[in-house]
C-alpha cells in the first residue's frame, strides 16, 4: 500500500518513513526542504535498501497539493509531519505558522475528503497541554490556551480534524509527541543540525563534540527536586514505530473513534540536570554549562500517561533515555567525522 509521508525527510519522518518500508509500505515523500536535505534519502537507502518516491513540493502550493492526488490516486493513507515547530521563532512571525500548518493541513483534507476511505495520522504535540495540573499527563487532560502560535496551530490542527472526519469518510489518529529525542542507530539517518540548536538534546550533543562553547541551563528555581524543567524524552524510533501502529489500526478498522488520540512518551519525566548526567556518562565526557535565567515561555514539568498508548493502540516506547543519547552522540560524531 502506498502512503504519502509529509515532511518525510525531516528528523521523525524520515524515521518514519524507515519504519514504514520495514513492515513493506510503498513511500511517497513530499517534503520543501526548508528544514531537511534530500540527502536524508540516501540514509534511509542506507538503512532499508529502498528508495521512497521523492517530491519537493511545497503544500501552500494548493494546485500542486490537488495535482499530487491526481497523480497518485491511489494514494489514501496520510501521515502528516510537515510544518513549522520552532515555538520563538513562531512568536517572532505568527503569519508563517498559521499559514504553513493550517493552510496546509486544509489542503490535504480537502483532497483526502474526496476519497471513499481516507486514513490520516497527524503530528500533534503535548504542548497543547500547556502546563498540565497532573502529573503524568492523560488524554483527557484539558488543553490549556496556547501559549505560542505553535502550539495553537497544534490546537486548531487538531480541531480541524476533528470536524472534518465528523461529515467525511476519514479516520483519524491524533498523535501527541513528548519530546523527541536520538537518532537511527545505524547513524545513518537523525536530527540535521540547521541553526542554532532551539532543544537540549541537540546542543547537549554539539557542546560535547566542541561545536558549542557550553550549554546554558535555562533556570535551577523551579519547583522540581533539583530545581530543572522536567520532560518526557522519547527515542525518535519508538516514536517512528508508533505512526505504523497506529496507521495499521486504522487500516485494519480497529479505531474505537472517527478520531483517537494518543500520546507519545514513555511515561518517566527527567530534569535537565538528569539529561546532563546520564549524556556524561554515555559520552564518558564532562559538559561545560552553567546555569542562567529561566526561558520565557517553558513549562515546570511535562511527562507521559502512557497507559492509553499501551493498552489501546497496542504500543509501549522500548528505549531508555541512556539508549537515545548514545545514538544522538553516535550521530553527533558521525556528522562531524
Ligand atoms: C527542554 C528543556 C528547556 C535548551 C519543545 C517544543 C515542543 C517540541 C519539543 C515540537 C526545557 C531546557 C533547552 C537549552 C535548556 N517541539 N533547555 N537549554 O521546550 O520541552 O519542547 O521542543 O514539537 O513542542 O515546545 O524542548 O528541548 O527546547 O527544552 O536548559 O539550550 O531543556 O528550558 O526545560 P521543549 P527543549
Given at each position: ?10 528528523f ?14 510503498e ?5 520543501n ?11 534511509i ?13 511545497d503544500l ?19 501521515i ?14 505568527p ?6 500548518n ?20 497527524f ?22 490556551p496556547?501559549?505560542s ?15 472534518v ?6 479516520n ?15 547513524a ?7 541553526g ?34 522536567i ?8 516514536l517512528?514505530?508508533a ?16 478520531v ?21 556518562k554515555?559520552s ?52 562531524r567525522?
Amino acid at each position: 500500500m502506498k502512503v504519502l509521508v509529509t515532511g518525510g525527510l525531516g528528523f521523525i519522518g524520515s524515521h518514519t518513513v524507515v519504519e514504514l518500508q520495514n513492515e513493506g509500505f510503498e513511500v511517497v515523500i513530499i517534503d520543501n526542504l526548508s528544514n531537511s536535505s534530500e540527502n536524508v534519502l540516501d540514509g534511509i537507502v542506507a538503512i532499508t535498501g529502498k528508495k521512497p518516491i521523492f517530491e519537493k513540493m511545497d503544500l501552500r502550493d494548493k494546485p500542486a497539493v490537488e495535482d499530487f492526488f491526481k497523480r497518485h490516486a491511489d494514494v489514501s493513507g496520510v501521515i502528516h509531519f510537515a510544518a513549522s515547530k520552532a515555538v520563538g521563532e513562531s512568536v517572532e512571525n505568527p503569519l508563517l505558522y498559521y499559514e504553513n500548518n493550517i493552510n496546509t493541513l486544509v489542503y490535504i483534507l480537502q483532497q483526502l475528503q474526496q476519497k471513499p476511505e481516507a486514513h490520516f495520522i497527524f503530528s500533534s504535540s503535548c504542548t497543547v497541554y500547556g502546563e498540565a495540573d497532573k502529573m503524568p499527563i492523560t488524554e483527557d487532560a484539558s488543553v490549556k490556551p496556547a501559549v505560542s502560535p505553535y502550539g495553537n496551530t497544534k490546537q486548531i490542527g487538531e480541531e480541524i480534524i476533528n470536524e472534518v472526519c465528523k461529515v467525511s469518510n476519514i479516520n483519524s489518529i491524533l498523535l501527541r509527541y513528548f519530546n523527541p529525542i536520538g537518532a537511527h542507530p545505524t547513524a545513518h539517518i537523525g536530527e540535521l543540525p540547521i541553526g542554532v540548536p532551539q532543544n537540549l538534546i541537540p546542543f547537549i550533543t554539539q557542546t560535547g563534540i566542541g561545536l558549542r562553547e557550553q550549554l546554558s541551563v535555562y533556570g535551577d528555581d523551579y519547583p522540581t527536586p533539583d530545581g530543572t524543567c522536567i520532560r518526557d524524552y522519547i527515542h525518535v524510533v519508538d516514536l517512528a514505530k508508533a505512526h505504523v501502529v497506529a496507521l495499521q489500526r486504522l487500516l485494519a478498522k480497529k479505531n474505537l473513534e472517527k478520531v483517537e488520540v494518543f500520546n507519545l512518551g514513555t511515561g518517566t519525566g527527567s530534569s535537565v540536570l538528569e539529561v546532563i548526567n546520564t549524556f556524561e556518562k554515555v559520552s564518558g565526557k564532562k559538559l561545560p554549562y552553567k546555569i542562567v535565567g529561566r526561558r520565557e515561555g517553558d513549562i515546570i514539568s511535562a511527562y507521559a500517561s502512557t497507559d492509553k498508548a499501551n493498552e489501546v493502540l497496542g504500543w509501549k516506547a522500548q528505549s531508555t533515555l541512556e539508549e537515545a543519547l548514545t545514538y544522538a552522540w553516535k550521530w553527533e560524531q558521525k556528522i562531524r567525522s
